[in-house]
């Protein structure tokens, strides 16, 4: 279960490239979209790229075709996320810990929108792709 202190670790940890790589998972990458999300005057969508492609060349991955940073997941996943908070008012901490026991807790939850073929493609990794099995909730 996360805490607010764990969002606000996890969010800053990654935009100053201090979170350590083992604690980068599934759920702590929506625990830093709900912390820029919820961060006044911040813009999740257009900012997070540039967070995530920073962290992974500090910890050693590199951001290339086939692994890193992947621009339709993470703009799906603040899509998620931001609509998980709208539909959940509340502290962030129990927004998360739901969405994170909810389908989207998963982190194969975007196969059911998208093809695992055009999800993984070299496309969807550089850029915005749109669903190919049915569109997103939100």
Known sequence: MFTEDDIDRIGLGV???TLPKPE???AAHFAAAFWLITAP???AARE???LIRAY???TGVPNT???GYHETITQASLRAAAAWLAGHPGPRADALNGLLQSPYGRS???LKYWSRERLFSVEA????????????PF
Request: cysteine-free; charged content about 35%; proline content about 9%.
């Open 65 to 67: 075709d086939t692994e």
């Open 24 to 26: 980068w998972t599934h």
């Open 108 to 110: 194969d939850w975007l």
């Open 15 to 17: 935009e100053t490239r």
């Open 48 to 50: 997070m790229p540039g």
């Open 125 to 136: 990794r550089r850029a915005w792709v749109e669903p190919d099995l049915q569109p997103l």
């Open 41 to 43: 005057g911040r813009d």
């Open 56 to 58: 992974n060349a500090a």
